[in-house]
């Protein structure tokens, strides 16, 4: 009796150590290897995208967020047997390293993380050739591909070592599913119980991608962001009173509190009946226009016109992810960037209210030109909606000497001067005309190419030698840095601008003609290059480091202030009027051209969000992200702080007031675009 009484204790124990040790951690990493190792590739995988866009080293909240996206889609494959495990955590793998890639590339040229419907469209890629795409990808973008070929490394060496068959005799795949969607399951908690409120109004809105990225890690960023995509498709069929009537209710508003649209002023009517003509200057930036080398200034032509003319010297882009195109729309209509995708591809079956649309209604001919594949940003289709009578794309040009190419097609210089041709064709068959000129040379990626002329970014100067001979030296600097071809590219542009105005002077079409440039959006550049440019000592070739007195500091700050873009209004009476020949230093953004344009060309609008600028003293600027600036302060919605600009005293209430004042701005423009809220104000005048 004694024995049968040890023998079931020892039964019993030997039941409860086999139970115990199938369920050990050992034993799940010893039969999971397969899982864990796809767990754990896709996870490193996502840190080093952070890393090598946003510099962020650690972020546990991306961690965790990240961890329950893998453990979730990946715990499907619990559901197959061990060898055909492979065929669900493969695809994911796939999946989610493109999104890691396309992200890296996007953010590298863009500073920006790209939106789901951009990926499913590869818009931003467009038509650009192979060599040019390859020149946008850097090697750290490459370090990103691993997880798939390590994946499908480890699944070779299991299946020569009989892995799966070992593991099928102890396989428990539903249990696995439940326990892994239950891990997950804590992980989502987790998260969802650490967000602020303001993280579910981000989430929402979608306008400030770093941080959601940041917060959530990129596969819950995009995964948002698709559904936010798809959520375009049909979002307009519901809440569209609600859309309607916090629109109607903004601009009621803004009509009793702010005549500055409607006031008369110096500049009203002042180019009536005039020609006009649009250079939207391709990542043209107001910093180029204040730097020389070797004592030739960078872009002498802009600055002429700059002194000659209207100068906005404080005017900001206002891109989101759609980059030059959402210039475009910003620029014609006083509208902000769409929060998620673009307008151009993703709204573009809309009715707007834009600078095109409305001078046709006064006669103008309107027609637009630009020399790159006429589906790049859907702009075939876009350009129509806005009101352009006709799209002189890249099929109305001459490509075929390969002397007139640079970069992703027709030189600047080449494409206008076939545009002053089609110009002057133009005004022979109409009064008056509105031609927008899309520039191409000064796009990213620069090259260090000839064509760009003999302008040099090095320092050079000039030593007597032992013979008693005067050498000319150089002295490495810029040259064969990023921002060495990006200042090459942007003097080429330059000149193009310098040479298309004196041929137009030449056939006598500026004597009618008002010239109107803007820079689309800042270049793009890496904090990185600015800090070794501006910490360069030019004469000795000496690098300041951070504990040096001559040191300059590039911060988040410094960097966003310094994304300004150049805004010119030039005609050739210009110079010789001082109405039309000063700077205007009050902070103004894209959407603010349409209305001080519309005030000065004498034509009517509804809905900009902008100002005519020479209506105001203060102004402020939202961009897409939620930031916005002042005279006085730039604010970071991101972090909840912000920047007092001029030693200006800033009051709290102010900084609330502005606060609301973005959000709803951004949410009014959202509900005009999402719900085609102009249609109807189009439907009521009827």
């Not at 965790?64 to 494959?77: E, H, K, Q, W, Y």
């Not at 509208?335 to 307008?343: E, F, N």
């Not at 600027?621 to 912000?642: A, H, L, R, S």
Request: proline share 2%; aromatic share 14%; hydrophobic share 35%.
């Amino acid at each position: 009796m004694k024995k049968k009484i040890i023998d079931s204790i020892k039964n019993t124990y030997l039941k409860i150590k086999n139970r115990l040790n199938e369920i050990s951690l050992l034993l799940y990493i010893k039969t999971n290897i397969l899982f864990i190792s796809f767990v754990l590739i896709n996870l490193i995988n996502s840190w080093l995208l952070r890393i090598v866009t946003m510099g962020n080293l650690f972020s546990i909240k991306a961690i965790i967020s990240d961890l329950a996206f893998i453990l979730f889609v990946g715990s499907f494959a619990y559901l197959l047997r061990p060898k055909s495990q492979i065929k669900v955590l493969m695809p994911l793998t796939i999946i989610m390293t493109a999104a890691c890639i396309v992200n890296a590339v996007y953010y590298e040229n863009y500073v920006s993380f790209a939106s789901f419907s951009l990926l499913s469209t590869a818009s931003f890629l467009g038509d650009m050739d192979g060599a040019v795409v390859t020149t946008l990808i850097h090697f750290k973008d490459v370090i990103l591909i691993f997880p798939p070929i390590v994946l499908l490394i480890i699944h070779i060496i299991l299946k020569k070592k009989k892995y799966y068959h070992n593991v099928k005799k102890i396989e428990r795949g539903k249990k696995r599913f439940i326990n892994t969607v239950i891990l997950a399951a804590l992980m989502i908690f987790i998260t969802i119980s650490s967000m602020e409120a303001s993280d579910y109004s981000r989430l929402k809105k979608q306008w400030n991608r770093e941080y959601l990225v940041q917060r959530f890690g990129i596969y819950v960023y995009q995964l948002n962001d698709a559904i936010k995509s798809t959520e375009s498709k049909f979002t307009s069929v519901f809440g569209y009173d609600k859309a309607s009537k916090l629109v109607r209710e903004f601009y009621d508003e803004k009509k009793q509190n702010d005549n500055s649209n409607s006031k008369e002023n110096d500049y009203t009517n002042v180019f009536e009946g005039k020609n006009i003509i649009v250079i939207h200057a391709e990542s043209m930036m107001t910093q180029d226009m204040t730097l020389s080398f070797n004592d030739k200034e960078l872009t002498p032509n802009l600055n002429k016109l700059a002194s000659e003319g209207l100068f906005f010297s404080n005017f900001y882009s206002q891109v989101s992810v759609g980059t030059s195109s959402d210039s475009e729309f910003t620029f014609n209509t006083s509208l902000m960037p769409a929060s998620t995708g673009t307008v151009f591809v993703n709204y573009w079956k809309r009715t707007y209210e834009a600078i095109p649309n409305i001078l046709k209604q006064k006669g103008y001919y309107t027609a637009s030109m630009h020399a790159n594949n006429a589906s790049f940003w859907n702009r075939n289709v876009m350009h129509e909606t806005l009101g352009y009578d006709k799209f002189y794309a890249k099929d109305t040009f001459d490509n075929s000497n390969e002397d007139n190419i640079i970069g992703l097609g027709l030189s600047d210089k080449e494409f206008f001067k076939q545009a002053t041709s089609k110009i002057k064709n133009i005004s022979e068959k109409n009064k008056n005309y509105y031609v927008t000129l899309i520039t191409l040379s000064n796009h990213t990626p620069w090259d260090d190419e000839d064509k760009y002329g003999s302008y040099t970014v090095d320092y050079k100067y000039t030593e007597t030698d032992e013979s008693g001979n005067v050498v000319e030296k150089t002295l490495p600097y810029m040259e064969g840095t990023e921002l060495g071809r990006y200042f090459k590219s942007v003097h080429y542009a330059d000149e193009a601008i310098g040479e298309f105005i004196d041929m137009m002077d030449s056939e006598g079409l500026l004597d009618n003609t008002v010239i109107v440039i803007y820079g689309d959006h800042d270049a793009k550049i890496a904090k990185k290059e600015y800090r070794y440019f501006y910490n360069y000592d030019l004469e000795t070739g000496e690098k300041y480091d951070k504990d040096d007195d001559r040191y300059t500091k590039v911060d988040y700050y410094n960097y966003e202030l310094n994304r300004k873009v150049p805004f010119i209004i030039w005609t050739k009476e210009s110079k010789d009027n001082k109405k039309l020949n000063r700077e205007i230093s009050t902070v103004m953004g894209m959407y603010d051209a349409m209305p001080t344009l519309a005030n000065m060309f004498n034509f009517n609008y509804k809905y900009a969000l902008g100002h005519d600028i020479f209506n105001l003293q203060d102004n402020i600027v939202v961009f897409p992200n939620g930031n916005w600036i002042t005279n006085n302060v730039y604010y970071n919605t991101q972090k909840e702080e912000y920047l007092s600009l001029k030693d200006s005293v800033v009051n709290e209430e102010e900084i609330e007031k502005n606060k609301e004042y973005a959000n709803k701005l951004l949410e009014v423009s959202d509900s005009i675009i999402v719900y085609d809220l102009e249609a109807e104000a189009k439907d009521e005048k009827k």
